[in-house]
């Protein structure tokens, strides 16, 4: 995806108030992000780790979505998918994220849920520059796995927003 600015960012988020879009914890260090192999941008807020968010490209211009992060299960050694990008990770390395849903299904306190990469570093387990662990060998390109999760993400996002 191409670079995107703090206030671009801010003015993304569909599915919080003005007032929360405007507080939230935004990465400082946007300049230096990978943003040439990121599919999507996507952090933890390092003061509040049950909050997560995530920004895309979509056809509908930048949609940003808040999410809430589960509290994890531990103590056992599970694997887990991340339901975007497939990457399998054991322990924490995938965590259930739900959106509250944009407009009215949120007022009446509607959510969607996802199991994500916990670090939200899909794009870069997709590519190799992060690894999970042991890897499931695909015969599909990485061109085609990168389509793959943008559709799975995209399915994500009409999800909060429809
Ligand atoms: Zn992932």
Redesign the pocket.
């Known amino acids: 995806m191409l670079a995107i600015s703090e206030p671009a960012v801010r003015a993304s988020f569909v599915n919080c108030t003005q007032g929360e879009a405007k507080r939230l914890a935004i990465p400082n260090d946007l300049d230096l992000r990978p943003w040439a192999d990121l599919d999507f941008l996507g952090w933890r807020d390092p003061a509040a780790t049950q909050r997560a968010y995530l920004v895309a490209e979509t056809d509908g211009g930048l949609v940003g979505v808040a999410l809430r992060v589960a509290a994890q299960q531990t103590g056992r050694a599970r694997r887990s998918m ?6 399998t990770h054991t322990g924490d390395g ?1 965590a259930l994220m739900s959106a509250r849903k944009a407009g009215p299904g949120g007022r009446q306190g509607n959510s969607v849920g996802a199991y ?2 916990s670090d ?3 794009s870069l ?2 590519r190799g520059k992060k690894d999970a662990g042991r890897r499931i060998d695909e015969t599909i390109t990485l061109d085609e796995k990168i389509e793959r ?1 943008t559709g799975h993400l995209a399915a994500f996002l009409r999800r909060v927003t429809e």
């Not at 991340?82 to 990457?87: A, G, I």
Request: glycine letters at 6%; aromatic letters at 6%; a neutral charge.
């Open positions: 991340c339901s975007l990008c497939l990457t995938v994500i990469c939200l570093g899909c387990y997709l999760t």
